[in-house]
């Protein structure tokens, strides 16, 4: 066999994670003797630092043209390595990456000669489609200095004010009539006792103050087209009018929903049994002693975890599973607040709290501390055996077995029973069709990685902000709408973006013009235009993410995806079907 | 490009970032990534904060590896970010326009970063282990190391707290930590060596040294100092033993110029020694008939074997000296005229002082210089079954007296006129000295000799009483008069004090009490060319001194001849490592009793002049070696210098201090953590197999120290492990009533992980609340539930030890009957909470920076203004507001990287 190319393999051992279950060093001895190969061995963490100074120094002095990692999943270390390979003065797009953790060590562990032998032959199939591999430019554009923010609630409107303190000009769209989301809703906030109408109003007052914030209220997204760094917007206003923007990214910061309780659910639907919100509203609206529809209340309920935390049941065939975050401290903090309102009016209310455990975490635990010392009584529950609430003589009964005292049976007669309901994924409907914004499990928006691109989400230039992303408490909501702000910062700021070049390319001697790459093609990247007197598509490449709708579809062959074409898939098969042999 | 700041000055970066853990290295990737120049600074060798020592991270179980790595990469990678590692911010203050003037140092690594190549040949050959702190002090990690195998950068960094105090009070510097670790690795050719650096007499000091450096060994402060000149006696023995000649010649850079030494003691040898290694023509001038002044003539054989004293001074003639013996040298101008270019008088102090009382002329009243060099020379004096009278209290008074007894007197009186409390001889040497028969005769002294036929036949002595104290503090002797009494005595030797050998020079040469004048740091007399040192100048001291001053004399003299100026400083010592932290740090260390000096009986003693201390066995010293507490770390054995193939190790660095100007500053210094002993009935630092959260994660990560899930006692695989949540935390006993925010949830990743490792095992959780709050958590600790780990609520009260090894745990059960319960596991787990990191406060000097109540810094505004603190432009990130999972972290650090931004914008302040 001659060597046409010098490819440089590298297998990684990941700590353990790959070389308890793969022999990584018979992996790379059986490489290193395989055609193409200029040189194969293995690193303890091959993202570590030093290893990475030992591949760029190889790179360099063995003159390599070619490079195959194989360690964890492409998701985590792609970036990486190209930034790698880089720095060696080795093109990023002659390296390929193979998925030698997710794909054979996690999956295969028990069966080291056969994890084995498949690691080697996947590798092998890395190595074929890099000695296919030249050099590739990324595509740089020009990023626009402007943002569009989705939702004007805290998140999105601190978002905004941060925005424009770069320098960047920024819209934001509000669905509903007045900006300030949920905040503006409650009143009294726990731990910092801040007011929500008031952090609301202050960050309006900057909103409307800066000359670089544009807000629109009902306000709708309808359409977005475009890329990283250059989109155009379309924002229905009051139903009627479109407004189309350029925008060179995208904050979504749309919220949750609170959890509507099915009929029945801890008594919902019964008078007396209201959310945390409402009775909040009734506690804090009122000027005289807390009374519901007239009737002075004397006993009051709180249910933890409601509409949070469930499991599969026939009720409940779509359970909510996560945990909704700040519900715990919301309400224990709510409970100091009817302290606070029984000693005002000279009045002795009695508080239950029924919880399964109080995740008052971190500072908040002061929240917990206090309410326990203002006199709430807390109660805990099993979900096996759940407080059920009922009515009795014009009053509420909550029956519940408290674990804590042998499973004893009480029951408490409450004139209100506060359900803590939980935050779920805002239902966006035509929003979402807009984004394309993936969802994650639990049905909030999907970060690309929870700790390592935490605001960015799979579409390149759009960041996720707040609660739209997860439950979370006010000051992490805002937290992480700066963070969204960070990133989108970094973005726009630099004046340019590079796009992958891992795009669509049309052979025009074989495109005859049948359309069909147009209509497969979900981001309106290709293009007709005249090629010498014939019809031929063309691909807008700073459109096209190589997602390859219309590779398949093209009845003449004539579309190839860059790094991934047709010569290095049939390439890949054919050395992945190779016999093992071992070194 | 630079923007002048308000004193004109250029701002070095926009901003500063302090501590490179997660948040640190968000934060600065992100002002780097938005076109900010970035300085990030962390006090440690590598970047990575805590979370690069984690196994893997909730709920995804990516390896911590996986997480951090990238960060790490980003960092040192990245084009507007500069690092800063192993540097210390000392003072941030704000200037008046709004940007920072910051103070920074470098801390001395002792390895040449840049030179560095990490191939970490030197931690594999340093000689001193030390608790490895990346490890939570499981295993030991060597003082010479880098700090873990994904260390951005990866450069070795050599510990050194300072000097051991050992070799700092060594007069001479002896590496005395240094050849004790070398013993203990078994490398004793290196360990003689490395010696010889600043001592070539070891065989003489081996013995008779009085070891000022036992006297601080910090080890005696716990079961006893260790017995270093001990071990230096084994490993000079073994040595001399397999090379009975020196292993070196001449060195091959001969210099013309020739140096005359006067006098071949200690100081003279020495000086000659370090001034031929330096390639100078060296003579020796000696008057007795032998070299080896006081070693030679004073101390007798069975403290110092003339034998070992040869085989030292080869170390000195192997150089090419020449010592010229029964030469005394009465004219310095005559050795100036025979070619010397310079001269080092190094006579030292063996002229007796007198004592001016009745009968001092008789026959058998004798110096004690005297008596001991007959005795030294083979002209025995004849003492057998006589009564000898030894006058004075000193050291000096101890060798004639040992000595008669060894030569059969029939009884040896010490007569001092202060108590034995005031005596100035070592304690040691007194009860050797009683041990073997000698009588102290106390609170008396001689008022004359009394003769019969000229010779000696009694001495009158005259009871003292100690009255007010003298110029010196001691308390001055006053006779009693009428006291007086006769003691029957053949012969008396006076030790009562020693005059130096001067009297062969001019008297402007002299002070007033005959000792030589020399400048106290170069040694130079007078005369640019003569040179003096040794008891000559200092007045009688320890061989030891008179090794150091020949040392610093032919460092100097060596100058001297190549026409460089003196004044320079002669050696680079450290400060002395303070003992306190030492201790603190030593109290989980098992207890290490000395190793017995092997020594002949008393008895047997009496009857010869052999050397009575015996030699420690190899394995003897070697456990004695052991019980080094590596005050200073580092023990500058040297051995890392020698593989070091790029040359990178400088013993002699220094921090380098640096004046910055930022824009602005996050600080991200992190949190503490709880010391788990704190919580002292679960029994950690008690128990081996009671460890805390930090070290199970090690003990689960992919470098993990035993490359296995064992139980630290005994290496076994435990069946029943027991995670104790909430340590330390929501715990007011502790005075620490938060959350500790992560506990719950990295238990639940341990016990996950650990059920992989060990499938077999049982994992028991004891809870208060399962806090599984954010994105996945719960339905992690569902998956959990699922997998068999048991959850129980309720508290640990106390854990006990049982007599299979086993912990019992006594908890409360809170479900079901409930009830007080006992449960035994074979490993304990505890969850422990987090403290502030409170080191961050004092580095702002311009004010104060605001705390919130639990210490931590406190964020203005937390919901509208994360990040912001009351020092305008002085933000924080992550933990170092409260401790938080990493995901929150990675949010609360952008949300500084976007409001360090904004204050850069509004001020103005980016470059």
Known sequence: MTNKRRIGVYVCHCGGNISDHVDVKDVARTLAGEADVEVARTHLFACSDASQQEMIDEIKDRKLDGLVIASCSPKLHTFTFRAMAQRAGLNPYQYVH????????????????????????????????????????????????????????????????????????????????????????????????????????????????????????????????????????????????????????????????????????????????????????????????????????????????????????????????????????????????????????????????????????????????????????????DPSDPPRVEQRNGRLAVKVKDTLLGDEELEIGADLVVLATGMVPRKNGALDDVLKIPKSKDGFYNEIHIKLRPVETAIDGVCIAGTSQGPKNLAESVASSLAAVART????????????????????????????????????????????????ATVIESSCKGEGACVPICPQDAIVIEGYRDDQIVAMIDASLKETVPA | MLKPDADGRLLDYDVMVVGAGVAGMETAASMGDMGYRVLLVDKNASVGGRAILLSKVFPTLDCASCIVTPKMASVS?????????????????????????????????????????????????????????????LVTRRAAHIAFPQAVPKKAVIQRRGEAPCTFTCPANVKASGYVSLVRAGRYKEAFALHLENAPLVGSLARACYAPCESDCTRGEKEGTVHIRAIKRFMVDRYYAEHPEPEYGPVENQLETRVAIVGSGPAGLSAAFYLARLGHQVTIFEAEREAGGMLRTAIPAYRLPKDVVDRDIKNVTALGVEIRTGHRVTSLPELKRQGFDAVLITTGASDENSLDIEGRDLDGVVGCMQFLHDVNVGKLPDVKNKTVMVIGGGNSAMDPARAAIRMGAGRVIINYRRGRQEMPAHDWEIRGAEEEGVELMLMSTPKRFIGKDGKLVAVECISMVLGAPDESGRRRPVPIEGSEKTVPADVAVLAIGLAPSTTDFPAEMKNGKGLLVANPQTLQTADPDVFACGDCVTAPTMIINAVAQGRRAAFYIDRRLKGEPLDVPFDGVLDKTGKAAVLEEAKRFVERRPVPQPALPPDERRKTFECYEKAMSEAEARQEAQRCMNCAECSQCMECVSVCAPKCIDFAQKPTPLSLNVGAVVVSTGFKILDPATKELLGYGRFPDVISGPQMDRLLAPTRPYNAVLRPSDGKEPERIAIILCVGSRDETVCNPLCCRIGCMYAIKQAQLAMGALPMAEITIYMIDVRAFGKGYNEFYEQAKDMGIEFVKGKVARIEQLANGNLALHYEDMLGEGGRKIREHDLVVLTVGFLPNTDVFSLYKGGELAADDFGYVREVDPISEPARTNVDGLFVAGTTIGVMDIPDTVLHSGAAATQAAAYLERSGGRQ
């Open chain 1, 98 to 381: 193979v998925n030698l953790r997710e794909q054979c060590s996690w999956v295969h562990g028990g069966d080291k000669a056969a994890a084995t032998a498949k690691g080697i032959n996947i590798v092998r199939a890395g190595v074929a489609k890099c000695a296919l591999t030249h050099p590739l430019t990324p595509l740089r554009i020009e990023t626009q200095p402007r943002v569009l923010v989705v939702g004007a609630g805290v998140a999105g409107m601190r978002a905004a004010i941060a925005l424009a303190e770069m320098g960047l000009s920024v819209f934001v769209i509000e669905r509903e009539n007045e900006p300030g989301g949920w905040t503006s809703q409650v009143g009294w906030m726990g731990p910092d006792h801040q007011h929500g109408p008031e952090v609301v109003a202050k960050l309006l007052k900057e909103v409307k103050n800066h000359e670089n914030v544009v807000l629109y209220t009902n306000a709708e997204l309808t359409a977005k087209s475009g890329h990283i760094g250059d989109f155009t917007v379309t924002i229905r206003l009051c139903g009627e009018k479109d407004l189309t923007l350029n925008v060179g990214a995208i904050v979504v910061a749309t919220g949750f929903t609170p959890y509507e309780p099915r009929d029945g659910e801890y008594g919902w639907g019964l008078p007396g049994v209201v959310t945390l919100k409402e009775f909040r509203q009734l506690l804090e609206e009122g000027d005289g002693p807390l009374t519901y529809r007239g009737v002075p209340v004397r006993d009051v309920g709180f249910i933890y975890c409601v509409g949070s935390r469930q499991t599969e049941s026939e009720d409940c065939p779509e359970p909510n599973t996560h945990c909704s975050r700040f519900c715990c401290m919301a309400t224990a903090f709510s409970g100091s607040l009817l302290h606070e309102h029984e000693k005002k009016f000279g009045r002795t209310i009695n508080q239950y709290h029924l919880y399964r455990d109080v995740r008052t975490y971190g500072r908040l635990e002061t929240v917990y501390a206090k309410a326990r010392a203002d006199g709430a009584l807390f109660l805990r529950w």
């Open chain 1, 489 to 536: 910062g970094a973005l726009l700021k630099k004046g340019y973006v590079d796009l992958e070049p891992l795009v669509a390319k049309i052979d025009t001697s074989k495109c005859v013009w049948c359309n069909e790459c147009l209509k497969a093609c979900p981001y309106g990247a290709i293009e007709r235009v005249l090629y010498g007197d014939k019809e031929v």
């Open chain 2, 77 to 137: 990678h990245h084009p507007n970010v500069q690092l800063m590692t192993y540097s210390e911010v000392d003072a941030i203050a704000r200037n008046s326009d709004g940007s920072f003037a910051v103070e920074l140092h470098k801390k001395a690594s002792f390895v040449d970063f840049d030179a560095c190549t990490g191939c970490g040949k030197c931690e594999e050959i340093c000689t001193v282990a030390i608790p490895d702190e990346y490890n939570y002090g």
